[in-house]
């Protein structure tokens, strides 16, 4: 596990993965026969990020949060409507079908591999991604050794458990080494000892051979033991880029004040609108981020005078690491923390 050493600067300068004001909005959908349509969702909302070479970066966000739309535009399956996306030099926006070659994707749904045994899944993928039989039958038996999977070499996938049948489809992601992988979820319904066999299987790639690995998830803790740096996504925005420590750290000295208005904020008090210009507003509930001092004072202020009378509620904690997410403006809902 590197020290996040990968990131910042250095990264920008040594970068794998570039993306520029990505934006996509999935269209509005009319209803069938007096069902309620879909409204527009804005699923990439101009996101900006950069992934060093070597780097293990990560995706974390509650469900819904645009992870997904962001990585199948990183791999050339989605077209943004606007924005640039650039992997190992190549512009995947206007040549999407390049990155075949340059990346490995596991994506959330893998059932095209479904009817086929895990050996020959590994195996096809092996071949499919250029390597003759021999190399693709001893990349296979490398990576069923490495993952635990021999036992079940001979199973068909839709004969599996789910987290096995996870594990498989990394297995056929790791053959025909590509210098990028991009993972969703990857050890989604796994076990311990898998889960540990697939992030072994990660770090051995960037540390013996340079590959850098894009990652999913949403669990607060996976994302701190296996990642150099994350981006905090929420409602289609990066809201923050940085190590696991770093973006503890960054809220570590200070204090979370939410306040909730009964009807709405009242603005014309001064203290209120100043407030304003810090806080993150979801609806009546404002969530801010203040140096202690600065949140008691914010506290007898809105406590004191005049907009008492508005405030319906008030909490003040200490940030926890899952508070990062939170004191950085995003949902807490479906985020998961164990
Ligand atoms: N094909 C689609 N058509 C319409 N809306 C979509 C489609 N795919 C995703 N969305 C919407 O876009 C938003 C982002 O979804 P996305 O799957 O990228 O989120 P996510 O962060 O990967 O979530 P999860 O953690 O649940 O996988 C959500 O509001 C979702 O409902």
């Known amino acids: 596990m590197a020290d996040g050493a990968g990131g910042g600067g250095d990264a920008s300068a040594r970068a794998a993965v570039?993306?520029?004001?990505?934006?996509?909005?999935?269209?509005?959908?009319?209803?069938?026969?007096?069902?309620?349509?879909?409204?527009?969702?804005?699923?990439?909302?101009?996101?900006?990020?950069?992934?060093?070479r070597g780097e293990v970066f990560g995706?974390?966000?509650?469900?819904?949060?645009?992870?997904?739309t962001l990585v199948r535009q990183l791999t050339?399956?989605?077209?943004?409507?606007?924005?640039?996306?650039?992997?190992?030099?190549?512009?995947?926006?206007?040549h999407p079908r390049r990155a075949a070659r340059l990346l490995a994707y596991l994506g959330q749904e893998s059932t095209a591999l479904d009817e086929l045994t895990v050996a020959l899944a590994a195996e096809t993928t092996g071949r499919l991604r250029g390597l003759d039989a021999a190399g693709a039958r001893r990349e296979r038996d490398a990576v069923l050794e490495e993952l635990g999977l021999g036992p079940l070499?001979?199973?068909?996938?839709?004969?599996?458990?789910g987290g096995q049948r996870r594990l498989a489809c990394v297995a056929a992601a790791l053959v025909g080494e590509r210098p990028l992988l991009v993972l969703d979820e990857p050890t989604t319904g796994m076990d311990p000892v898998a889960r540990r066999a697939v992030w072994a299987a990660v770090d051995r790639r960037r540390?013996?051979?340079?590959?850098?690995?894009?990652?999913?998830?949403?669990?607060?803790?996976?994302?701190?033991?296996?990642l150099d740096r994350?981006?905090?996504?929420?409602?289609?925005?990066?809201?923050?880029?940085?190590?696991?420590?770093?973006?503890?750290?960054?809220?570590?000295?200070?204090?979370r004040l939410e306040l909730v208005w009964r009807d709405r904020a009242p603005t014309e008090v001064p203290e209120v609108a100043a407030l304003e210009r810090v806080a993150a507003a979801v609806g009546r509930r404002w969530t801010l981020r203040l140096p202690p001092g600065q949140a008691r004072a914010a506290v007898a202020a809105v406590t004191g005078g005049p907009a008492f009378a508005a405030l319906d509620d008030f909490t003040l904690?200490?940030?926890?690491?899952?508070?990062?997410?939170?004191?950085?403006?995003?949902?807490?809902e479906g985020l998961v923390k164990a």
């Open 18 to 52: 570039r993306v520029r004001d990505l934006v996509k909005t999935y269209p509005a959908r009319r209803g069938r026969r007096g069902a309620p349509g879909t409204p527009a969702v804005r699923a990439s909302d101009g996101v900006s990020l950069t992934v060093g």
């Open 59 to 68: 995706l974390l966000g509650p469900n819904g949060a645009g992870k997904s």
């Open 76 to 94: 050339g399956l989605l077209r943004p409507d606007s924005g640039h996306v650039d992997v190992l030099g190549h512009d995947l926006v206007r």
């Open 153 to 161: 070499a001979d199973r068909p996938l839709k004969r599996l458990s």
């Open 207 to 226: 540390v013996e051979r340079g590959v850098t690995v894009i990652l999913v998830t949403h669990n607060v803790i996976e994302a701190e033991l296996v």
């Open 230 to 255: 994350v981006a905090v996504m929420d409602r289609g925005r990066a809201i923050a880029c940085d190590t696991p420590a770093g973006l503890k750290a960054a809220v570590g000295e200070e204090v």
């Open 317 to 332: 904690a200490t940030p926890t690491l899952e508070d990062v997410y939170l004191a950085l403006g995003g949902h807490t």
